[in-house]
């Protein structure tokens, strides 16, 4: 089992330059709780769609908003059960995932780590 091959990076993360309104059309399009904001290849946090929805200020910048950024990620060396729980502790389908030097390099997604936490 090489969860590696799990890894995604077809979805558009975000800069603590990107605005509210761009976060907000991301959720709308695509059904995840929350949206990775990164800086250079540096994981910042994620930003959850619920909070993003009590900014009235559309035009500002996440930058902004760093109160309602969480901190979580995995790393490809966490064993596929302890993955399995930090999805559930942080109440997300999207898992942000680092490499060994800490850079961002995409995201698990719920779905598929339940499939093949259940096929094993």
């Known amino acids: 089992m090489n969860i590696k091959e799990y ?3 077809d979805l558009e993360v975000l800069t603590p330059e990107s605005l509210v309104k761009k976060a907000q059309q991301i959720f709308e399009s695509l059904p995840i709780t929350h949206l990775p904001i990164v800086k250079n290849d540096e994981l910042l946090g994620s930003i959850s769609e619920s909070d993003l929805q009590t900014i ?3 035009s500002s910048k996440i930058s902004e908003h760093s109160h309602l950024i969480d901190f979580f990620f995995t790393d490809v060396t966490i064993p596929l059960l302890n993955t399995v729980k930090l999805f559930s502790d942080n109440d997300t389908n999207i ?26």
Not at 95 to 119: R, T
């Open 95 to 120: 898992l942000p995932v680092l490499n060994d030097e800490k850079k961002y390099m995409g995201y698990y997604e719920l779905n598929d780590v339940i499939e093949l936490f259940c096929s094993n």
């Open 56 to 58: 009235d200020d559309k």
């Open 7 to 9: 890894i995604l990076n």
